[in-house]
């Protein structure tokens, strides 16, 4: 079955750059029918969607991160990548990789999606 | 972005007994050309992700127990649990892939009484 893993530091200090890696088991990021996606999840249980990167390399970000992130991915090794720049303590969070289950008929032009599987998630604290 | 408000926050319901959890969207997710609504419920269990339970509002995932129904068109929707079991216990959150950005419910803690 399709599995993800995300991967990266537990820790990070304010100003930097957070880099995270999503490794996907089960089924290619190049299948054409999903959308790789990072979802966090707040504190306080919060979830707050990041973005996706389809396996054309087109990408979506959510406009409440005001450019800081970046997506990336290998099909050679079956892996997505997150970057995000400019790190305050309101980024500490849970952040979880997600395939976007891409929906056939969608309102957007950009197509749509909901997300199953979750990868187990990983806490990144923003902290000096 | 659409705006995604559950009630209520928390449910305590005796086991066996119905679970009735609701989502209200600030635009319709209903989609015209398809006769669709663009929704979907999540069950996570404590230091677990998200699991997938509905998507188009009540087409339940494979593998999730029919005790599990959705329903509601446009903007107003509801996660239905009949029979609770002690496993039921959790937390929901609601979400609209109609237009990105995606958005989530805050959540509705199901307990038992």
């Known amino acids: 079955q399709v599995q993800l893993q995300e991967s990266g530091p537990g820790q990070v200090k304010p100003s930097q750059t957070l880099s995270l890696t999503c490794t996907v088991s089960g089924v290619s990021i190049g299948d054409g029918a999903s959308y790789w996606s990072w979802i966090r999840q707040h504190p306080g249980g919060g979830l707050e969607y990041i973005g996706y990167i389809y396996y054309s390399g087109d990408t979506y970000y959510n406009p409440s991160l005001k450019s800081r992130a970046t997506m990336s991915l290998d099909n050679s090794k079956n892996q997505f990548f997150l970057k995000l720049t400019s790190l305050t303590a309101a980024d500490t969070a849970v952040y979880y990789c997600?395939?976007?289950?891409?929906?056939?008929?969608?309102?957007?032009?950009?197509?749509?999606?909901?997300?199953?599987?979750w990868g187990q998630g990983t806490l990144v604290t923003v902290s000096s | 972005d659409i705006v995604m408000t559950q009630s209520p926050d928390y449910l305590p319901v005796s086991l066996g007994e119905r679970a009735t959890i609701n989502c209200k969207s600030s635009?319709?997710?209903?989609?015209?050309?398809?006769?669709?609504?663009?929704l979907a419920w999540y069950q996570q269990h404590p230091g677990q992700p998200p699991k997938l339970l509905i998507y188009g509002a009540s087409t339940r995932e494979s593998g999730v127990p029919g005790r599990f129904s959705g329903s509601g068109s446009g903007t107003d929707f509801t996660l239905s649990i009949s029979g609770l079991q002690a496993e039921d216990v959790a937390i929901y959150y609601c979400?609209?892939?109609?237009?990105?950005?995606?958005?989530f419910g805050q959540g509705t803690k199901l307990d038992i009484k």
């Open positions: 979400q609209q892939y109609y237009r990105p950005p995606y958005t």
């Open positions: 997600a395939r976007g289950v891409a929906v056939v008929i969608a309102p957007s032009p950009r197509g749509t999606n909901f997300f199953d599987p």
């Open positions: 635009q319709s997710l209903l989609y015209s050309s398809n006769n669709e609504n663009y």
